[in-house]
Structures are given as structure tokens and as C-alpha cells.
């Protein structure tokens, strides 16, 4: 049994799938016999130079006692939480600090051309290699994540694909008209495109909407979209739902639409499949196209509202291809995405065999209550 | 300095790759053309937006470049820019650490990334030659400007064009570029060139159309193959060959040169003029319209816009000494009469078009494709080409090798700057006891990580 700490990055007042991720590595540690919890700082997307005063602010932090307690382990998840010092150190990584690497130059990233941007991309890139580096294990929650760290970073890792958070609850119902959408609300989901395209879809399809936002103004621009189109009555932003809630909506959904650019990972796709329905995908949505195949389980189109809305009506027209193409994604499933976590916590802990010389004890305890969230959405 | 050691050059540059062949843009094309023939006498590293190789070469990423650049200095960086989603990238990056550039185009109709949008760098080149000046401020905003790329041109040590054109537009319109305070004396000759596209030589075709020769080959009843290599848009003329074609009384067969998202376009306008002579040839290319000019007899070249550049194109039809129609507008004011046909912009556009077309393929005139050939060649053999961009790249490394190491220093003075406002930014009162926390509690970190240097 360890004393372990899990690193966690909240931003105040949203929820999306690096909380999920925290919240289930938590449980499922406490069930194993480890005396486990979470360390979170409050995270700033503004102004953008705070973020290297974020990371050193982790890096002040003495994580290796808690009172009298010796913590073990610490295990970090998301930009800039891998900036903590622990001689036992291990990374399952959500994602870096995306806006300096694959996000770059595009309307994603705030990075100007401004010699002090570029000093700031400097130092994060260096201090990323450095802290990320330290790491007595390293992995991603993607091959995505992984393959962007290699690239950029230079630095290897395994890819750990995250358990699904409600494990075996997952179902399917007869379909209804509307499409579901799940996630954190900021521009980089791209659910304006959703939207927009609602114009051409079927008039009696609606489009539900559960995450709330995370960028200034963004459910601004959302309902401003809905006021042009005069979609009232058709679009329903339902904000953050329960657990119930949630695996309802996506049992009782024709579709879900999840197109976000270059996605790390994306629970979303995979509660969509668990619930036997059809993803609705772009071609440039990164770490979904790792389960959605165009026409298999899924439609991956272009990222245009013209393309998402002609790909929804073309379920709604044949609602036994969508069923089909939604069983098929059920069979799609990676093998261990319910109950993959033993792998998870080997890999995790492992550093802790290199400085003990002993293996973890995975004793299981009984299962914990669920824990709320406004949909996985993704990291 | 070792005057012996070859030159270092960092080129940013779309490339090629296995997964992504970007064949319309020019600058992959001439990446892939130039390349190569400098590799003997100076030593370029690429620099892409991918990761994947590039066959024949070492690429590298381009976030790479500075940290590369840090461990053994390049003399020039060196960007194409183009009006192409391929080239945003280099938009976003040129600014970053100024070198030369050459303008594929100089008039662009993208637009630049948010971030970049809002570039700051009318006042980040007040700060570069006045360090007293203060930097501009976070949230200010700066005028996007038009469609001439004027933040690309003027934070350029030099610029290159690969159109007359936009080197005249470029002496006109950027009237205070980045060194010319450093450098007063320097006039915009000694930093603006003209560098013609390469093409291939070839000999020029034997033509064995009805303009070939009088009183000899086909008559007029025999069809002749137009090629064009322009888009559905309005200007390239398309609209104008097709009603000059609708309107003609002869056979005549035409192969259209098309990117492969222009297909719809481009029936729809065939279509609209009753034009069902016509094949529509997917991947539109430099190297797939010399492919084609051998099943060419005459080039159709028309274009009426500020936008863009149909050189690489038209070169290659006079490369090989083909009969062109061209638009008299400012891409083809080097063109001397008689070389190319030239027709006035206007309403009777198609009618000259028509004309013209009429005498080649009757045989009412003599066409002699040698002097057509011998020009081209001169202006666009890849060996010249490449001989011009060495002799630019040797008179201005010494030039950029100084304003490089004075950017390294401006670049650390920001990062001096940059960790001013990080103690700035601290929430509390007092910039005094903010600099003390910043200074006890981070401070030792930011030594830690490297990011106080």
C-alpha cells in the first residue's frame, strides 16, 4: 500500500474529462488499498504569461510530506501539474500547454509574434522538456497525446487509454430525433459548427447541448448562432447534468455529434459507442479518429456545418444505418475500456517498484458512488 | 568569419511528404526545384509544419528552428510566402526571427491567424531601433491592414518576387521595412529582387498542329487541342476563352488544367457555355502542366487581377515554344510583343481571343516557337535560378548575420521583460511587495527551470 497523491488542474466553475480522469484514478487507487488523494490548483487562461507563474508555482510546492505522512508517489496529469517535484514522479498525460506546439499560429492559440511570446514558448518548451523528463514513468491518455510529445518533446511514453467512467452502465434505448453533444463549451469543440449546421438538418431533429462553458463569452456566441437561425425551439443547452441523466441522454440520442480539432482523447466517443450510437466526427479531430472509422462506427467529415448537417440527416434518413453503424461501435471497444485499470495502475506505479523494490498491493475494495459531472466531455 | 564554409541557410518552406504531395503550391514546387542545386554550395536545412520525412531531404519542424539556430547559428532564415493554407505557417513564423522572404505573392486573400492578426509588429519595430520605447501594450489592439501582406514585407531583411510586379509594389508601398533605420544609406533596390520561377528546360515542341507551318500539316477542319491551366474563378478569363470558344467556327478540343475542389466549379462553367469539347485534368500542378504540353497546341494564359501568379505556368507553355494568349496587365509587361499573343482586358475580350484563335488554327501567320523557347529559357533555366538566389544569399549574409545577432539581443531583452511582468502580474498590492514575492518564492524556481537567463 502507497501514500499517493494525484496532481490535478481545475479551472473554477467548469468541469470536463481531466476531472473525470482525476476523480476515477482516485477511486479506483482507494479500491486497491492506497491511501490516495488529490492536490489542485486553481488554473488561469489569462493573461497568458501567468502560466509560467503557474508552473512554478507547482514546482514551490513540498509534495513529499503531508504533515507527518511521506507521500510515495505523486502522479501528474495536465499542464503545468508535471511541474511538481517528487523524487517519485509519474506522468499520465491529459495534454501540455497545447497553444505553444500543435496549436500554434492557428485561431486556437494566443501565441502572437511578439518577441516576449516567443521567449514565453521558449521557456515553456524547455521547462517542459525538464519536468516532463524526470518522470520515473511516463504515459498519455492517447496515442495522440503520445505521439505530440515525441515530436515536440522528443520524450517517449506508453499510451494508457482511460476507463470509462461509469464502467458497465452504459446502454441503449430506441433512438429519438435529436443529436447529443457533450462537453466543455470553448471554441476548440467546435460546437458552433453543430449549430450552424442545425439550418439544413430535418426540421424535427434537435440538437441537446450538456457541458458548460470555459472561455469568456462563448455561450454568448452560441445563443447568438441559435438567434440567427431561429433555432429556439430546436437547440437545448442543458449545462452540466448528473450521471443518470447523462447515460439517458446518450441511450435515448439518434447520434452524437463530437468534432472538436485534434482532440487529445475524447470520452465522449467512447461513452458514445458504449451506448451503441453513431459519432459524428471531422477529419481532423485527432484522437477520435482513433475509434470512430468513417462508415464503420461513425460519419468523419469535413469540419463544415454544410458536411456535419448533410451527415446527420443521412442517419436520420436511415435510421437502421445509423443503428447499425451504433452497434457496430459497441463491438469497437477497446478490450479493457471498462475495466482496464489494473493496467493503468501497474503503469502508474511503477516507479514506485524502482524505488522500493516492491510490488504495489492491488487489494479491491468494494464499489464507491458514482461521482456527478456535467459529461465527460474530454481533456 | 571562415569565408570557406558554406553558408547556412534555415528555409521555411511547405514540402512534400508521402502523406501530403501539396503539388499546386509554388513554393513546395520550388523547394523541390531550387533545393537540391544549392546543396553543393551552401548548407539549408528545411523547415515544415510537419513531422513526417520528406523524401531525399532532412526536414525539420519549424518550432525547431530557433533552438537549432541557438546551437549553431544560421547566416539567413529564409521563408516563402503564398496564398495558400499551406503557407500560414511561414506568415506566422517570419516575424519571428526576420530574414529574407520571397512573395509567391505579395497580395493575399487569407487571412493571417487570430494571434497573428493582431500582431503587434508596427510597434515591435519602433522597439527594435529604440529599446526606450515601451513595449506595446497586452491587450491593445493593432490594425489588421488589407490585403497587401505589408507585416511580412516590412519585417523582412530583404524580399524576393517572382513577379515584376510585386517587386515595383513592393519599392512603392513598403516605404519603411525593419533595417532601414539601421541601414539609411541602403536604398529598396539593394533589398528587393526580381527571381523568375524555375522550369525545366526542355526543347521546344514540334508542332504538329495546324499552326505548325503554311502548306504544310492539317487544315483548318482538324481540331486543335487548347490547354488552360486557370480556375473557374473570374479572373482567369475563363469565361471570356469559353464564349471566344462557343462563338468560333472551328473544331477545337481543350484540356482543362484543375485542382481536384474546383471539378464542380468548373463543369458547372462548361455546362453554362455549351463547351462539351472539353477534359478536365484533377491536380493542378507546376509538374502536371508540363506533363500536359505535349498534348497542347496552343496556351491559353489570361489573367485580370492583382492576386496571384501565372509565370510558372506560362513559362513552361513558352518553354516549350508554344503560341500563348496572355492578358496585357502587369504580369506580362517583361513579356516583349510578339512573343505572346496579348489581349486587352475589356468587354471585347472574347472576341480578340476568338480572333486570335481563328489565325493559329488556320494557318493565316507563321509561328516559330525558337525565340518564344530561347526567352523562357533564359529567364527561367533552374540553374540561372538558382545561381541568382546564391549570388542574393552571399550579398546579404553579412548584412544578416549582424542583424541577427542584434535580434538575439532584443529577443533577450523581452525575455527580461517578459519576467518583469511576471512579477507584475502577481496578485497583490505594491509592485514592491509583488517583486519581493516573486522574488523569494519563485524567483529560485525560475533559476531552477533556466528561465531566468
Given amino acids: ?379 | 568569419m571562415n569565408s570557406s564554409r558554406p553558408l547556412r541557410i534555415a528555409w521555411f518552406s511547405p514540402l512534400a511528404t508521402a502523406a501530403h504531395d501539396a503539388a499546386a503550391s509554388l513554393s513546395v514546387y520550388f523547394s523541390a526545384q531550387i533545393v537540391p542545386r544549392l546543396a553543393a554550395h551552401f548548407t539549408v536545412d528545411l523547415y515544415h509544419d510537419r513531422f513526417e520525412p520528406v523524401p531525399g531531404s532532412a526536414a525539420y519542424h519549424y518550432l525547431s528552428a530557433a533552438e537549432r539556430h541557438e546551437r549553431q547559428p544560421y547566416d539567413i532564415f529564409f521563408y516563402q510566402i503564398e496564398d495558400r493554407a499551406e503557407s500560414d505557417f511561414v506568415r506566422g513564423v517570419c516575424n519571428v526571427i526576420p530574414g529574407v522572404t520571397l512573395f509567391h505573392d505579395l497580395y493575399l486573400t487569407r487571412d493571417r491567424p487570430a494571434p497573428m492578426a493582431n500582431s503587434a509588429w508596427t510597434a515591435i519595430r519602433g522597439k527594435f531601433h529604440d529599446r526606450n520605447l515601451p513595449w506595446p501594450a497586452r491587450d491593445a489592439k493593432f490594425d489588421v491592414g488589407g490585403p497587401l501582406a505589408e507585416r511580412e514585407a516590412t519585417m523582412a531583411l530583404a524580399m524576393i518576387a517572382t513577379s515584376v510586379r510585386n517587386v515595383g509594389e513592393y519599392r512603392r508601398q513598403i516605404t519603411d521595412p525593419l533595417v532601414s533605420a539601421a541601414r539609411p544609406h541602403e536604398s529598396a533596390d539593394q533589398r528587393s529582387f526580381f527571381l523568375p520561377l524555375p522550369i525545366p528546360v526542355r526543347a521546344p515542341r514540334v508542332l504538329a498542329g495546324p499552326q505548325a507551318a503554311p502548306k504544310s500539316g492539317p487544315g483548318p477542319e482538324t481540331a486543335a487541342t487548347i490547354g488552360f491551366a486557370g480556375t473557374p474563378r473570374i479572373e482567369h478569363r475563363a469565361h471570356k476563352l469559353f464564349q471566344a470558344l462557343r462563338d468560333s467556327a472551328r473544331p477545337w478540343k481543350l484540356v482543362w488544367l484543375i485542382e481536384d475542389h474546383e471539378r464542380d466549379a468548373a463543369q458547372a462553367l462548361l455546362d453554362e457555355f455549351g463547351i462539351d469539347f472539353a477534359t478536365l485534368v484533377g491536380g493542378r500542378s507546376p509538374q502536371r502542366w508540363q506533363a500536359l504540353i505535349d498534348e497542347i497546341d496552343i496556351a491559353l494564359h489570361p489573367m485580370f487581377s492583382m492576386y496571384g501568379d501565372i509565370s510558372v505556368y506560362l513559362g513552361a507553355s513558352m518553354m516549350a515554344g508554344l503560341p500563348c494568349v496572355v492578358t496585357r496587365f502587369v504580369q506580362t509587361d517583361h513579356i516583349p510583343e510578339g512573343l505572346v499573343f496579348k489581349i486587352d482586358p475589356g468587354f471585347d475580350e472574347a472576341l480578340q481571343i476568338r480572333e486570335i484563335l481563328r489565325t493559329l488554327h488556320d494557318r493565316t501567320m507563321n509561328w516559330d516557337p525558337q525565340p518564344v523557347h530561347d526567352f523562357a529559357h533564359e529567364l527561367h533555366d533552374p540553374a540561372a535560378v538558382a545561381d541568382q538566389l546564391g549570388a542574393i544569399f552571399r550579398a546579404l549574409a553579412p548584412g544578416s548575420r549582424d542583424f541577427l545577432a542584434g535580434w538575439q539581443g532584443f529577443q533577450a531583452d523581452a525575455r527580461r521583460s517578459l519576467l518583469q511582468e511576471l512579477a507584475d502580474i502577481m496578485p497583490l498590492e505594491g509592485a514592491a511587495e509583488r517583486r519581493d514575492v516573486f522574488d523569494r518564492l519563485l524567483r529560485p524556481v525560475y533559476d531552477e527551470l533556466g528561465w531566468s537567463r
Fill in chain 1, 1 to 379: 500500500m502507497a501514500t499517493i497523491l494525484v496532481l490535478g488542474v481545475r479551472v473554477p466553475f467548469t468541469r470536463g474529462g481531466q476531472e473525470v480522469l482525476v476523480n476515477s484514478l482516485v477511486r479506483e487507487l482507494s479500491r486497491r488499498g492506497h491511501d490516495v488523494d488529490t492536490v489542485e490548483l486553481p488554473y488561469w487562461v489569462f493573461p497568458k504569461e501567468a502560466f509560467l507563474n503557474q508552473a512554478a508555482l507547482w514546482r514551490s510546492l513540498d509534495l513529499t510530506m503531508a504533515g507527518a505522512r511521506k507521500i510515495d508517489l505523486v502522479i501528474a496529469t495536465k499542464f503545468p501539474s508535471y511541474y511538481a517535484s517528487h523524487p517519485c514522479k509519474s506522468l499520465w498525460l491529459v495534454h501540455q500547454k497545447r497553444e505553444i506546439y500543435e496549436l500554434y499560429g492557428s485561431n486556437f492559440s494566443d501565441i502572437s509574434d511578439d518577441p516576449r511570446d516567443e521567449a514565453l514558448r521558449r521557456m515553456l518548451v524547455e521547462g517542459d522538456k525538464k519536468a516532463i523528463g524526470e518522470c520515473g514513468y511516463i504515459a498519455g491518455i492517447s496515442r495522440n497525446v503520445i505521439e505530440r510529445l515525441k515530436n515536440y518533446n522528443g520524450i517517449s511514453g506508453e499510451v494508457l487509454y482511460p476507463p470509462l467512467p461509469m464502467g458497465e452502465r452504459y446502454r441503449s434505448a430506441e433512438p429519438e430525433n435529436f443529436i447529443l453533444s457533450v462537453g466543455r463549451l470553448c471554441s476548440i469543440k467546435r460546437v458552433d459548427l453543430m449549430i450552424k449546421a442545425m439550418p439544413i438538418v430535418h426540421p424535427f431533429v434537435k440538437l441537446k447541448i450538456v457541458g458548460t462553458p470555459d472561455e469568456p463569452n462563448v455561450l454568448d456566441w452560441y445563443k447568438n448562432e441559435v438567434e440567427k437561425h431561429h433555432l429556439w425551439d430546436r437547440v437545448e443547452f442543458l449545462g452540466r447534468v448528473d450521471d443518470e441523466t447523462l447515460l439517458d441522454l446518450y441511450a435515448r440520442s439518434l447520434a452524437v455529434y463530437y468534432a472538436p480539432f485534434d482532440e487529445d482523447y475524447g470520452y465522449v466517443t467512447l461513452e458514445a459507442m458504449a451506448s451503441s450510437k453513431p459519432v459524428i466526427a471531422a477529419r481532423d479531430s485527432g484522437g477520435v479518429l482513433e475509434f470512430v472509422q468513417h462508415e464503420k462506427n461513425g460519419l468523419v467529415v469535413e469540419a463544415t456545418s454544410d458536411a456535419i448537417g448533410h451527415a446527420v440527416n443521412r442517419l436520420v434518413e436511415d435510421k437502421d444505418f445509423a443503428k447499425r453503424l451504433g452497434s457496430a461501435g459497441r463491438g469497437m471497444l477497446p478490450a479493457d475500456i471498462f475495466s482496464g485499470w489494473d493496467r493503468v495502475i501497474a503503469g502508474l506505479l511503477s516507479p514506485l517498484e524502482k524505488a522500493q523494490g516492491a510490488s504495489p498491493a492491488n487489494r479491491t475494495r468494494s464499489a464507491q458512488p458514482s461521482v456527478a459531472h456535467a459529461g465527460a466531455g474530454s481533456a
